[in-house]
C-alpha cells in the first residue's frame, strides 16, 4: 500500500508560499513506514483537481489532500473528490455547531460561507479541526483507498494529523515498521566523485544508499526500513562507518549538523575561541556561526571591515599594501586575520575579502576572487585563494565563501 499527497493551491504553483506541508508530510509517513513515491501540487480548479484524482487513485490506496478546504469560493478540495466519486454533499449540524461557537469565542459572527465548510461526502468521517473552522475529512469511497484532507493552514494541519490521522492509520496496521534515514554530509569533494567512491553500495536493498548535491555541500542518505530506530541504527551503523572511512576528511556530520555546529562543537571540546573579519560576506559568516545555540561560548564576534578605512583603523591593516596589492589580496587576508585575532584575543580567527559581483570586476581581479585567512593560536597565519566563478551570482558567492571559510577551518582544527 502507498500514499500520495495532493497539494491545493494556486499559491503554491505561483511560488508564493512554500509547501512546507509537503515535506511534513512526506517525513510522517516515512515514520509510519507507509511508502511515499507521488506528490502533486494543483491548483484551484475543479476538472484539474479532479484528473489529479484519476491518476493518483489509480496508483496510490492513501490519498493525502491539503489546502481547499476554506470558505471562499475558489476552495475546491471537498466538491471536487465528492464529484468524481459521485457521491452527494451532507450539510454536517456539528460541524455547523463547531464553527458557530469558535467564532462566538472570538467574539465575532459567522458568516454565511462558512456553512460550505460544513459539508462533506456523504458517508465520510469528520477530521476534526480543534482549532480552525475548516475540518477534514477521512474517507473511503472505494475499496482498498483511503482519502485524508487537511486544511492548508500548516499548525492546524499539523495538529489534526497528530490527533487523528496517526491514530487511524496505526489502527489500519500502519506505523509496526517505520522508514528510518541518516543524511551523511560532505565538503571538499563532488557528486560524482563521491559517488564513485561509494557506487558499490547503491546495489545495497535495506539499507539504501543515494547521493544529493546541494549548494555548499554533497549529502548521502542512508536509509532503512526496520521494526524501530533502535533496529534501524544497527543496520546502518556499518554501512555509515564504511562511508566515513571513504571519505575521511570530507565527511563531517550528519543529518541536522552543519560546517558551523561541527565547528563550534571542535572548539568546544578544545576550550578555544574564535573571531571573524569579513568583508565581501558582510556579516554572512558570524551569521552562519551565530545561527547555532550556544555559539558565544566559543565565538567572541567580528569586524564587518566593508570599507578600507575600517580595515586599517579596525583591523591595523596596512595603507601601503592596500594601495600596492588591493582590499582583495592575501596580503590583506593575512592582515584582517591578524588584526581580528589580536582585537578580540581569541584562539582562531578567519578573514574573508573578495568581489561578489556583479560589478567590481577586473581582469585581473575577476568576480568570484575571493581570499580567505586562518589564523591559529600559535599566531600563524595561512591564506587561501578561491574562484568561484562570476556566473554563480553575489549570493551564491557570499554564501559559498563562507561555507569555504568554516571547512578550512575545521580542516585545521582536525590537524592542529
Known amino acids: 500500500m502507498t500514499a500520495e499527497i495532493i497539494c491545493i493551491g494556486t499559491e503554491l504553483l505561483l511560488g508564493d508560499i512554500l509547501n512546507s506541508n509537503a515535506k511534513f508530510l512526506a517525513q510522517e509517513l516515512a515514520n509510519l513506514g507507509i511508502p511515499h513515491y507521488y506528490q ?11 484528473e489529479i484524482i484519476e491518476i493518483a487513485s489509480k496508483r496510490s490506496q492513501i490519498l493525502i489532500f491539503t489546502g481547499g478546504l476554506g470558505p471562499t469560493a475558489d476552495d475546491l478540495t471537498t466538491e471536487a473528490i465528492a464529484t468524481f466519486f459521485n457521491t452527494p454533499l451532507i450539510e454536517k449540524q456539528e460541524i455547523i455547531e463547531d ?15 462558512n456553512l ?18 475548516a475540518p477534514g475529512i477521512i474517507w473511503q469511497p472505494i475499496p482498498n483507498l483511503t482519502i485524508l484532507t487537511f486544511p492548508g493552514v500548516p499548525s492546524e494541519m499539523k495538529q489534526m494529523w497528530n490527533d487523528t490521522a496517526v491514530p487511524f492509520l496505526k489502527n489500519q496496521g500502519w506505523g509496526k515498521e517505520i522508514i528510518y534515514s541518516r543524511m551523511m554530509r560532505f565538503r571538499g569533494i563532488g557528486e560524482s566523485a563521491l559517488a564513485e567512491k561509494v557506487y558499490h553500495l547503491f546495489s545495497s536493498s535495506n539499507p539504501t544508499v543515494a547521493p544529493y548535491a546541494s549548494m555548499g555541500e554533497v549529502k548521502l542518505r542512508v536509509s532503512v526500513k526496520a521494526q524501530d530506530a533502535e533496529s534501524a541504527e544497527k543496520l546502518i551503523h556499518p554501512v555509515a562507518k564504511e562511508i566515513e572511512t571513504i571519505a575521511g576528511e570530507d565527511y ?125 593560536p600559535e599566531k600563524q597565519v595561512e591564506s587561501y585563494e578561491l574562484r568561484l566563478g ?27
Open 40 to 50: 502533486t501540487v494543483v491548483g484551484d480548479n475543479l476538472s484539474r483537481i479532479n
Open 99 to 113: 464553527i458557530t461557537k469558535k467564532f462566538a469565542q472570538r467574539g465575532r459572527e459567522m458568516t454565511p460561507s
Open 116 to 133: 460550505k465548510q460544513a459539508l462533506i461526502p456523504e458517508s465520510a468521517d469528520i477530521l476534526p479541526n480543534v482549532t480552525g473552522t
Open 252 to 376: 563531517f556530520g550528519y543529518d541536522d549538523d552543519t560546517l558551523a555546529s561541527v565547528v563550534g562543537k571542535m572548539l568546544l571540546e578544545r576550550g578555544q575561541t574564535l573571531s571573524v573579519a569579513e568583508s565581501c560576506t558582510g556579516g554572512g559568516l558570524g551569521s552562519m556561526l551565530t545561527e547555532v545555540s550556544g555559539s558565544s561560548s566559543y565565538f567572541m564576534g567580528g569586524v564587518i571591515a566593508y570599507s578600507n578605512q575600517v580595515k586599517i583603523e579596525q583591523l591595523g591593516v596596512s595603507e601601503e599594501f592596500l594601495t600596492e596589492y588591493g582590499a582583495v589580496s592575501a596580503i590583506v587576508a593575512r592582515q584582517m586575520a591578524k588584526g581580528v585575532q589580536s582585537r578580540f584575543s581569541t584562539d582562531w580567527s578567519i578573514s574573508v575579502t573578495g568581489i561578489a559581483g556583479p560589478k567590481g570586476g577586473t581582469e585581473a581581479k575577476p568576480v568570484g576572487l575571493v581570499y580567505l585567512a586562518i589564523a591559529n
Open 390 to 416: 562570476e556566473k554563480r551570482g553575489r549570493e551564491a558567492i557570499r554564501y559559498l565563501t563562507s561555507c569555504y571559510a568554516l571547512d578550512k577551518l575545521r580542516r585545521e582544527l582536525i590537524s592542529n
